[in-house]
């Protein structure tokens, strides 16, 4: 079942049952948290706390007894509960404990897939994170970052085409999802 915190004195406007982030003010601000069931898009450059956002996201979800997934496509998983760990956040006791799966995909082995087959082998990736979170009545999604997931298209339809199906498969199983997506500043 879906924990939630919710505050009645400071969200009695808000008849939405929210999803506390766990990040200090950002609840506030948007009502309570997010939408259980939600997809949200954290963009920003290198370096801004994209990836910490995503850390403390989960562990919110964790400390409340949720079962939550990572999926990344940079860091393996041994770093990524280093860095969890530098904010005391124990993602390896949660992982031994079943309640979190981090999930790498590398992008490397994306970019030696034969481009005709890609659309294979993204499906599959796809069909991948939606068994295991369904199977494991995940929570809390995190991807980290989801633009790597179209590096290896030809145009923008075909990324905007294989996005859509990755959300909508992860949001179809009740999760709420929180990507990454790194955003470079114009320098005009």
Same mark, same amino acid.
């Given at each position: 079942?879906?924990?939630?915190?919710?505050?009645?004195?400071?969200?009695?406007?808000?008849?939405?049952?929210?999803?506390?982030?766990?990040?200090?003010?950002?609840?506030? /601000?948007?009502?309570?948290?997010?939408?259980?069931?939600? !997809?949200?898009?954290?963009?920003?450059?290198?370096?801004?706390?994209?990836?910490?956002?995503?850390?403390?996201?989960?562990?919110?979800? /964790?400390?409340?007894?949720?079962?939550?997934?990572?999926?990344?496509?940079?860091?393996?998983?041994?770093?990524?509960?280093?860095? +969890?760990?530098?904010?005391?956040?124990?993602?390896?006791?949660?992982?031994?404990?079943?309640?979190?799966?981090?999930?790498?995909?590398?992008?490397?082995? /994306? !970019?030696?897939?034969?481009?005709?087959?890609?659309?294979?082998?993204?499906?599959?990736?796809?069909?991948?994170?939606? +068994?295991?979170?369904?199977?494991?009545?995940?929570?809390?999604? !995190?991807?980290?970052?989801?633009?790597?997931?179209?590096?290896?298209?030809?145009?923008?339809?075909?990324?905007?085409?294989?996005?859509?199906?990755?959300?909508?498969?992860?949001? +179809?199983?009740? !999760?709420?999802?929180?990507?990454?997506?790194?955003?470079?500043?114009?320098?005009?």
């Amino acid at each position: 079942m879906l924990k939630t915190k919710h505050d009645e004195k400071e969200h009695k406007s808000s008849r939405i049952q929210r999803l506390q982030t766990g990040i200090p003010g950002l609840d506030r /601000l948007i009502d309570g948290g997010f939408v259980p069931g939600s !997809a949200i898009l954290i963009t920003g450059g290198p370096g801004v706390g994209k990836s910490i956002f995503c850390y403390q996201y989960l562990y919110e979800g /964790l400390k409340d007894g949720e079962t939550c997934m990572f999926i990344s496509f940079e860091a393996p998983p041994e770093k990524i509960k280093n860095e +969890a760990g530098d904010f005391g956040w124990d993602f390896e006791k949660h992982e031994k404990e079943g309640k979190l799966h981090i999930m790498h995909i590398d992008p490397t082995k /994306l !970019a030696e897939i034969d481009l005709s087959k890609y659309r294979d082998a993204t499906s599959t990736i796809i069909k991948d994170m939606q +068994a295991k979170a369904t199977k494991m009545k995940i929570s809390r999604i !995190a991807i980290d970052p989801v633009s790597v997931f179209g590096l290896f298209l030809d145009n923008k339809a075909q990324i905007r085409r294989r996005m859509y199906e990755m959300i909508q498969s992860l949001v +179809a199983t009740g !999760a709420t999802l929180v990507m990454t997506c790194e955003h470079h500043e114009s320098a005009a």
